[in-house]
Every structure is written in C-alpha cells, then in structure tokens.
C-alpha cells in the first residue's frame, strides 16, 4: 500500500450576523475601545442570535468549505467538530451538521481541546485518514462562546466571540499528493493549570453550563513559551525554519501573545495573519476562520507553506505544519 498525504482541498467560514464593537461594551460594563485594543488589539467580534446554535454557524462553514472544495455531502465519510460550546451535553454537535447536510453515512464526532481544538481535529482527522478510516474528512471549529461568557466580567467578555471556519481533507497516495499535505502535527497538554482557564460548570459537577473564568496574566505567562516549544518541534520533526514558512496562522486570541511568539520564533510580521481585530477570540474556530481570510484575500496559496498554531484552556496546546 502507497504512502498516504492528507491534504487541504477547500476551506470556508461562517458569522453571525450581529457585530459587537467595544464602544458597545462600554456601555455596559467599565472598559474604553481605548483599553481593549492596547491589551488585546481585538475592536469588534461576532455574536450569535438568539436561538443560532453552534451547529448552524458549523453547518454554514461546512457547506462552504464544501463548495470550495468541489464537493458533495456524499463524497465526506469523516466529520470531526472543534468546540467547547457544543448544542447539548449529548449528542455531539458533529451529528447535527452531518444530519444538516443530509448525510446518512460515516462517522462525526466532537472534539474537545478548548482552543486548541482545531489544530487536535486536524491531527485526529489526518491520523485517521492515512490509517484508512475515511477518506475525505470534514474538519470544522465553530463556537458560541458568547453563551458561557459572564457579562458582568469586563475582563473576559470583552475576550471572546462566535463563529466558525472549516477545512476538507483528502487522503491522497503521496505520489499523486506530491509536497502537498500535512506534513508533521504536535500536541500537547498539562492538566497542573485547569485553574488558570476553565469553565466554572459542567454536568457532573455543578449541573449547569458555567461561566468562563481566567488569570489573564498566568495564561499569558505560559503562552508564549508553550506555542514556542511546539513549533521548535515542528521545525525539528521536518527540517523547516522560520524562514520557510510562507504564512503563520496562530490562534486568535491577544495580539500581543502572537507578536511576542512571531518574534521569539523568528517569523517576520508580514508573515502572520492577524484577523483577533475583527473576531476576537473565537476559540476553535479562530484558526480556520483566519485560514479562510487569508485564502479569499489571496494570501495563502497553493504550495504555500502554512504553519498553524494554538493554545487553549487545559492547558492544551500545538502546532501543524501544512504544504497548502
């Protein structure tokens, strides 16, 4: 049996329609644009209606993402959803996206790694596929974290935003794949820091959904070290520098933890796609949804060498490296 390459045949993204900018925080909770965008360079995110599930902004993408790649439903037998924010405690919001695009067959499952769940998804998908499990994979980060935010709470509500992003994946033989593909994913976690970011609720604990907490400052102290040693990994594992790389997609959630990782790693700043000014911190789906900008705008392309990038509540983190 041939080597086997997954590889990105298409993208697309989802937002809900509602935009919340930060004078519009400040109007309710004590904070300033002025304030917001020097700690975190975010001014606006998204905000999902009233009833806008986390499954309808996946579904959104999915579709897309299907267009883009040219195909159907029918030709998908893997869906893997990244959330923290899913529909119900059970099922998994995966099988509502699957049943929204009338698929009656393969697999769909949740995945849940916070914010690093995208980049885990990819990982998952991609062993799966070369393992022969599937052969065409949708890969989706959607999120509603507008519903576990305590609006009272100026220093986390004025974080976080909903939406989603989504790619397809294709087992190729590597012959056909040539350099194209994934090329090497790491992952990582340490359960010793739940208590720097996690969700004061759950099922088995309290019975309720719960609020996000977070010590902004200790998360902060530990991003930039953690997102460094996986990328160094990344680099180790193919032989890569930061002077390869065409375009670093990092997570989406404080501009000054991605520009102090871009330049602790070397990676000059016209290489990173910024989009945390226009989303906020969408949580699993920041990375495929700045994915999806860089793509429509013509950024990313063909042949390009992309590294993604990710650290979440957990702590979780990790990388991957895309040949586009």
Not at 190 to 216: C, F, I, N, Q
Request: net charge negative; glycine share 12%; hydrophobic share 45%.
């Amino acid at each position: 049996m041939s080597e086997l390459r997954t590889v990105v045949l298409g993208g697309g993204s989802f937002l809900p329609q509602r935009v919340l900018t930060n004078a519009e925080l400040a109007q309710t909770v004590d904070t300033s644009d002025e304030w917001i965008v020097q700690r975190t360079g975010i001014q606006q995110r998204y905000i999902a209606a009233p009833g806008q599930m986390t499954s309808d902004l996946g579904l959104g993408a999915a579709k897309l993402a299907l267009e883009d790649a040219g195909l159907e439903p029918s030709d998908i037998d893997l869906i893997v959803v990244a959330t923290s924010t899913p529909d119900n405690t059970f099922p998994a919001s995966a099988v509502a996206i699957q049943h929204g695009l009338g698929m009656r067959h393969g697999a769909a499952f949740d995945m849940q790694a916070v914010c690093s769940g995208f980049v885990y998804g990819m990982t998952t998908a991609d062993a799966m596929l070369k393992a022969g499990q599937a052969k065409r994979a949708l890969v989706i980060g959607a999120e509603t974290f507008s519903r576990i935010l305590d609006w009272t709470d100026r220093t986390t509500c004025v974080l976080f935003g909903d939406g989603a992003g989504a790619v397809v994946l294709e087992a190729q033989p590597a012959s056909q794949a040539g350099e194209r593909g994934i090329l090497t994913s790491k992952l990582r976690s340490d359960g010793r820091h739940k208590a720097k970011l996690y969700v004061d609720g759950g099922p088995s604990s309290t019975g309720t959904v719960g609020h996000l907490r977070m010590e902004g400052k200790e998360v902060f102290k530990h991003a930039v070290g953690m997102i460094t040693d996986v990328i160094v990994a990344v680099f180790d594992a193919t032989g890569y520098t930061a002077d390869d790389i065409d375009w670093f997609v990092p997570h989406q959630a404080n501009k000054r933890i991605i520009d102090s990782s871009a330049h602790k790693l070397g990676i000059a700043p016209e290489k990173v796609v910024l989009t945390v000014n226009q989303h906020g911190n969408t949580s699993a789906a920041s990375i495929p949804l700045a994915l999806d900008v860089a793509r429509k705008d013509g950024r990313i392309k063909r042949g390009d060498l992309v590294l993604l990038e990710a650290m979440g509540g957990g702590f979780t983190w990790g990388a991957v490296l895309v040949r586009w």
